[in-house]
Each structure stands twice: as structure tokens, then as C-alpha cells.
């Protein structure tokens, strides 16, 4: 299996930026195609951001698109969310997510795809 563990949220005013990070251990990284899904209170865990095997493909949300950037380092074994003008709306425990055995390019955006989950970051968003 595949352990992750996601850093880097926080406490943050509206407009800032931060920049989560999935540090992943247990396969070959470049065999997973890698996701953030976040949870907001009181609401179902959704979608956020997906990337390919390679790094590639991306997809992102609506709600995120032009502000949160996805990205990989298969060298270090991590993936990335920059999430750049943050509103209060982001605010939600961001989790990061494995798929194994896929194609290179595929890019994942269902939770039933993924395999494997980390424990999640808390990420909060004043105005």
C-alpha cells in the first residue's frame, strides 16, 4: 500500500496563498496518478485537483481553476497544491490521494478511483 501524509495548511487571510504538500511512501511514485480532494464543515469531501503519472495531465474544479496549481516531483515523492487567491470558501481539510496502476496520462477525478488516502490538512481561510 501506499502511506501519504499531507503538510502545509494553516490559518490564512483572504488573497494569501499557501502551498500544500503529499509526501507518498510504499510504491514507486511515478505508478500513481495523484489527487486533492478537500472537505469543508458539515459538507461531503470533493474534488479539487488530479495529475497524471508523468505530471502531464492535469484537471482542476470550477471552483478552483486559474487559482490552484497541481503539481509533481517524482525525484522527491511528492505532489503539490499551490493555492493562490484563497477565499473564505476554501476553507476545508485538503486530502491528498493515490490511484495505482493506471496510465500514464490518465487523470483521475472520481473518489471511488483512488486507492489510497491521507490523514488530511487543515486549511482555514478568514475574510
Known amino acids: 500500500q501506499v502511506q501519504l501524509v499531507e503538510s502545509g495548511g494553516g490559518l490564512v487571510q483572504a488573497g494569501d496563498s499557501l502551498r500544500l504538500s503529499c509526501a507518498a511512501s510504499?510504491?514507486?511514485?511515478?505508478?500513481?496518478?495523484m489527487g486533492w480532494f478537500r472537505q469543508a464543515p458539515g459538507k461531503e469531501r470533493n474534488f479539487v485537483a488530479t495529475?497524471?503519472?508523468?505530471?502531464?495531465?492535469?484537471y482542476y474544479a470550477d471552483s478552483v481553476k486559474g487559482r490552484f496549481t497541481i503539481s509533481r516531483d517524482n525525484a522527491k515523492n511528492a505532489v503539490y497544491l499551490q493555492m493562490n487567491s484563497l477565499k473564505p470558501e476554501d476553507t476545508a481539510i485538503y486530502y491528498c490521494?493515490?490511484?495505482?496502476?493506471?496510465?500514464?496520462?490518465?487523470?483521475?477525478?472520481?473518489?471511488?478511483?483512488?486507492?489510497?488516502w491521507g490523514q488530511g490538512t487543515q486549511v482555514t481561510v478568514s475574510s
Open positions: 510504499g510504491r514507486t511514485f511515478s505508478g500513481l496518478a
Open positions: 490521494a493515490a490511484v495505482l496502476d493506471v496510465g500514464l496520462g490518465y487523470v483521475p477525478i472520481f473518489q471511488d478511483e483512488y486507492h489510497c
Open positions: 495529475i497524471s503519472r508523468s505530471g502531464g495531465n492535469t
